[in-house]
């Protein structure tokens, strides 16, 4: 079976350890996480963790299994990039100098979209959202002038289908009401 | 108003961390821990000091010990196991018998101690992230830190072991923590959004799985020990007489289904018969109950019943089409899925189908099964001694078997009339397991003769429970089947490695010296003429009893199932 990207999401009770749970199901199968993020969900004690790799269709529904498994994970889906709204942020660093000179920061910025967060004397922070392939445009454009200092997030995705984290949670709740 | 003061006067008492461990057990309908003090745990075993006339500890000689009387304990009652140690070693030393309870769905609640919260990270004495050590081979874990966060952490622990797929449940509570007092109230848990332990059952599969069994010609029943932990025996035997269905057992499912039922067509896998395993291969209608297509039942899963379509009854939607794809998966319980299975489906006999199964039970009998039990040879053979055993106990046994050989010799041969009575590591593969989970099940089932079987390796791996049986006067049997080589090692050496012997040969104490050191009553056999009085001699005995068998040093146990051959292809010899 061919291996292609999916998203996983990820939704957990608030507590200690839950990372660590959720985390050690790919290193069992040895499974290489290409990029993991985590917060708050719309819901107040729920968290999402956005999880990306690169996997066969069989194996990410199995991982998944086991991740909806963890008495403190509240659901856990996988979908591929067709069925997800995504999104990255970078943030770039690099000399104020340099920048200013010749008008390159304008071109820039302008060409990429992005906007200037930051200018102190001496660096300048640029910050740029997008899928990888444009946040690396851009770091790719600012290499020649000097990155002093790059970051870049996990991505972030929001689902396609309509089924919402609140009812999930509500036939849950009055499940465990029965 | 007056009353509902008082009654929460009495409801609530003020007590230490620790007095709130114990009269949570003791709330819990817990009568009896396995357990190895330590300093990080002294306020718990002192808060035990007082509750000894409804809390018994059973101090055993290592906390893997513990763990392994625990399961023992929890697979012979259907209660959860206990287990109680300090922190450090004492903590890492429970995890083989918690990784052994994980793979093989054994309800455990662990208990540890561990250093005062304030040193959680500083490498302090004993410290060590059990936590995170735990956390692979635990259903759940949860590190205490504040005095009152016990009795709730308790209640959650004891309910997510025992309901819906049961598993190992680890708490480590720092000594503070210990220390710390509260105002006890203890309500058991009622359940959690996160944790659906039993998913719904849904009609509509059960029909489509009904359909699939009234139309089948060769319908074909594995099963599993979903079955047991359901306490589904009486409704699968419903399930399999109505419409017939041969029905074989993965050595977890043993016991589940009497051995002389004429519907019960023997063991599954690698070792199993020879008749099961074949027909697999032939059958239009795999019926799974309970159980999880390990490699050991199923071999090379590219090759294993491809002709048939799979139905897949099973409490934990992550083991669906995990190893083996199904045409119709029915999540629940084992007992309410057969119950509702069996309603729908036509009564049927099968008679040729089954047939088939009989006529190659003749041919394993003829070409294995009589000479491993009436052996020609002059040496003895494992078979020989289950059939004594057999032969002479009367229907309320409880088998307990360690890892290898013997281990399939027993679980192959013994009878069981009763279910539950069959214990064995069968995941994990644990050798060291049988003599402490032996103890175990011994002080479950008080009433019951537990008969341990061990090979002269696992019998030294905990060999120091002996100490256990002697403190507490536990009356097991242990029988150790001594060929002085780690005989199933040796086995594949001799099939798969040319007869290259590394490090299986077992140069052996005398048993017999050490075991009277622990004043168990012991024979050893080593002619045949001795064996089946011996057999008697340490089944009518009171107290515990320790019987050695010299049996042949390269025997092999057949059928065998090599590693990546077919089910199909299963050899006699």
Same mark, same amino acid.
């Given at each position: 079976m061919?291996?292609?990207r999916?998203?996983i999401?990820?939704?957990?009770e608030?507590v200690?350890?839950i990372?660590?749970?959720?985390?050690?199901?790919?290193?069992?199968?040895k499974?290489?996480?290409e990029?993991i993020?985590?917060s708050?969900?719309?819901?107040?004690?729920i968290?999402r963790?956005?999880i990306?790799? $690169?996997?066969?269709?069989d194996?990410?529904? *199995?991982v998944? !299994?086991?991740? %909806?498994?963890?008495?403190?994970?509240?659901? +856990?889906?996988?979908?591929?990039d067709?069925?997800?709204?995504?999104?990255?942020?970078a943030?770039?660093?690099v000399?104020?100098g340099?920048?200013?000179?010749?008008g390159?920061?304008?071109k820039i910025v302008r060409?990429h979209?992005?906007?200037?967060?930051?200018v102190?004397t001496?660096?300048?922070?640029?910050?740029k959202?997008?899928?990888?392939?444009? $946040?690396q445009?851009?770091f790719?454009?600012l *290499?020649?002038f !000097?990155i002093l %200092?790059?970051?870049?997030?996990g991505?972030? +995705?929001?689902?396609?289908p309509?089924?919402?984290?609140?009812?999930?949670?509500?036939?849950l709740?009055e499940l465990l009401k029965? | 108003?007056?009353?509902?003061?008082k009654?929460?006067k009495v409801?609530?008492?003020?007590m230490?961390g620790?007095q709130?461990v114990?009269?949570s057990?003791?709330?819990?309908g817990v009568?009896?821990i396995?357990?190895?003090?330590?300093?990080?745990?002294m306020?718990?075993y002192d808060?035990?000091?007082?509750?000894?006339?409804?809390?018994?500890h059973?101090?055993?000689r290592?906390?893997?010990?513990?763990?392994?009387?625990?399961?023992?304990?929890?697979?012979?009652?259907?209660?959860?196991g206990?287990c109680?140690?300090?922190?450090?070693?004492?903590?890492?030393n429970?995890i083989?018998g918690?990784?052994?309870?994980?793979i093989?769905s054994?309800p455990?609640?662990?208990i540890?101690g561990?250093v005062?919260?304030?040193l959680?990270?500083?490498?302090?004495?004993?410290?060590?992230?059990?936590?995170?050590?735990?956390m692979p081979?635990t259903?759940?874990?949860?590190?205490?830190?504040?005095?009152?966060?016990?009795p709730?952490?308790?209640?959650?622990?004891?309910?997510i072991?025992r309901?819906?797929?049961p598993?190992?449940?680890?708490i480590?509570?720092?000594?503070?923590?210990?220390?710390?007092?509260l105002d006890?109230?203890?309500?058991?848990?009622k359940?959690?959004?996160?944790?659906?332990?039993t998913?719904q059952?849904?009609?509509t599969?059960?029909?489509e799985a009904?359909?699939?069994?009234?139309?089948a010609?060769?319908p074909f029943?594995?099963f599993g020990?979903?079955v047991?932990?359901?306490?589904a025996?009486?409704e699968?035997k419903?399930f399999?007489?109505k419409?017939?269905?041969?029905?074989a057992?993965?050595?977890?499912?043993?016991s589940?289904?009497d051995s002389?039922?004429?519907?019960?067509?023997?063991?599954?896998?690698?070792?199993?018969?020879?008749?099961?395993?074949?027909?697999t291969?032939e059958?239009d209608?795999?019926?799974?109950v309970?159980m999880?297509?390990?490699?050991?039942?199923?071999?090379?899963?590219s090759?294993?019943?491809?002709?048939?379509?799979?139905?897949h009854l099973?409490?934990?939607?992550?083991?669906?089409?995990?190893?083996?794809k199904?045409?119709v998966?029915?999540l629940?319980n084992?007992?309410?899925?057969l119950k509702?299975?069996?309603?729908m489906?036509n009564?049927n006999?099968?008679?040729?189908?089954?047939?088939?199964f009989r006529?190659?039970?003749?041919?394993e009998f003829n070409?294995v099964?009589?000479?491993?039990?009436?052996?020609?040879s002059?040496?003895?053979t494992?078979?020989?001694?289950?059939?004594?055993?057999?032969?002479h106990?009367?229907?309320?046994?409880?088998?307990v078997t360690?890892?290898g050989?013997?281990?399939?010799?027993?679980?192959r041969?013994?009878k069981f009339?009763?279910?539950?009575?069959?214990?064995?590591?069968g995941?994990l593969?644990?050798?060291?397991?049988c003599?402490?989970?032996?103890?175990?099940?011994k002080m479950?089932?008080?009433?019951?003769q537990?008969?341990?079987?061990?090979g002269d390796?696992?019998?030294q791996?905990?060999?120091?429970?002996?100490g256990?049986?002697?403190q507490?006067k536990?009356?097991v049997?242990i029988?150790v089947l001594?060929?002085?080589f780690?005989?199933?090692?040796?086995?594949w050496q001799?099939?798969?490695?040319e007869k290259?012997?590394a490090?299986?040969?077992?140069v052996?104490?005398?048993f017999?010296?050490?075991v009277?050191?622990?004043?168990?009553?012991t024979k050893?056999?080593e002619?045949?003429?001795?064996?089946?009085?011996?057999?008697?001699?340490?089944?009518?005995?009171e107290?515990?009893y320790f019987?050695?068998?010299?049996v042949?040093?390269?025997?092999?146990v057949?059928p065998?199932?090599?590693t990546?051959?077919s089910?199909s292809?299963?050899r006699?010899?």
């Open positions: 061919e291996k292609t999916f998203t999401s990820v939704f957990t608030d200690v350890g990372l660590n749970r959720v985390s050690i199901i790919f290193t069992r199968r499974i290489n996480v990029s993020a985590a708050e969900s719309e819901i107040k004690g968290y963790y956005t990306v790799l $690169t996997e066969t269709e194996q990410v529904k *199995k998944v !299994g086991q991740l %909806e498994k963890q008495v403190e994970v509240v659901k +856990a889906v996988f979908h591929p067709a069925e997800i709204v995504h999104q990255e942020i943030l770039y660093k000399k104020t340099v920048l200013a000179s010749g390159n920061a304008e060409f979209n992005a906007r200037v967060l930051s102190e001496e660096f300048t922070v640029i910050e959202t997008g899928h990888k392939e444009e $946040t445009q851009l790719d454009d *290499k020649p !000097g %200092e790059f970051v870049r997030s991505r972030v +995705a929001i689902t396609k309509m089924k919402t984290l609140s009812s999930i949670v509500e036939s709740e029965k | 108003m007056e009353t509902l003061t009654k929460t409801k609530q008492r003020l230490t620790s709130a114990v009269h057990l003791i709330a819990e009568d009896l396995f357990g190895y003090p330590g300093g990080a745990i306020p718990v808060a035990l000091y007082d509750v000894e006339d409804k809390l018994t059973i101090l055993t290592h906390e893997q010990g513990a763990t392994h009387a625990a399961q023992g304990f929890a697979r012979a009652t259907g209660k959860v206990v109680l140690a300090t922190s450090g070693p004492g903590a890492t429970l083989t918690i990784a052994d309870a994980q093989d054994t455990l609640v662990c540890t561990q005062a919260s304030h959680l990270g500083t490498d302090a004495f004993q410290e060590t992230d059990i936590i995170g050590i735990s081979v259903k759940w874990n949860f590190q205490v830190t504040r005095a009152e966060e016990i709730f952490a308790l209640a959650k622990a004891f309910y072991a309901t819906g797929r598993g190992p449940v680890l480590d509570i720092t000594k503070d923590a210990q220390f710390g007092t006890f109230d203890y309500q058991p848990f359940g959690m959004r996160s944790y659906v332990p998913p059952l849904s009609l599969k059960v029909a009904a359909s699939l069994i009234n139309a010609k060769k029943v594995v020990q979903g047991l932990l359901a306490e025996e009486n699968f419903a399999i007489e419409a017939g269905l041969p029905s057992w993965t050595i977890m499912g043993l589940a289904l002389d039922h004429y519907l019960n067509v023997g063991m599954l896998g690698m070792h199993g018969n020879y008749a099961p395993n074949k027909l291969n059958c209608l795999l019926i799974a309970g999880r297509f390990d490699d050991r039942v199923t071999g090379d899963l090759r294993y019943a491809k002709q048939a379509k799979v139905i099973e409490i934990d939607p992550a083991e669906i089409d995990k190893n083996v199904t045409d998966a029915i629940g084992a007992k309410e899925s509702a299975l069996t309603e489906i009564e006999e099968h008679k040729n189908w089954l047939e088939k006529d190659l039970e003749k041919e070409e099964i009589d000479e491993e039990l009436n052996p020609t002059e040496l003895m494992m078979g020989e001694v289950m059939n004594k055993i057999n032969l106990s009367n229907q309320n046994n409880i088998i360690d890892v050989q013997h281990q399939m010799i027993a679980c041969y013994a009339k009763q279910t539950r009575s069959s214990i064995t590591s995941g593969g644990t050798m060291g397991f003599l402490p989970a032996a103890i175990g099940a479950g089932r008080p009433d019951a537990v008969i341990g079987i061990i390796g696992g019998f791996m905990t060999i120091q429970e002996l256990t049986i002697f507490f536990t009356a049997k029988v001594n060929n002085e780690l005989g199933m090692v040796r086995q001799e099939l798969f490695f290259r012997y490090a299986t040969t077992m052996n104490p005398d017999q010296t050490i009277k050191g622990y004043g168990i009553k050893k056999v002619k045949r003429e001795n064996l089946e009085d011996a057999v008697k001699e340490m089944l009518a005995h107290g515990s019987l050695e068998v010299m042949g040093k390269e025997n092999n057949f065998m199932i090599a990546g051959a089910v292809e299963i006699l010899k």
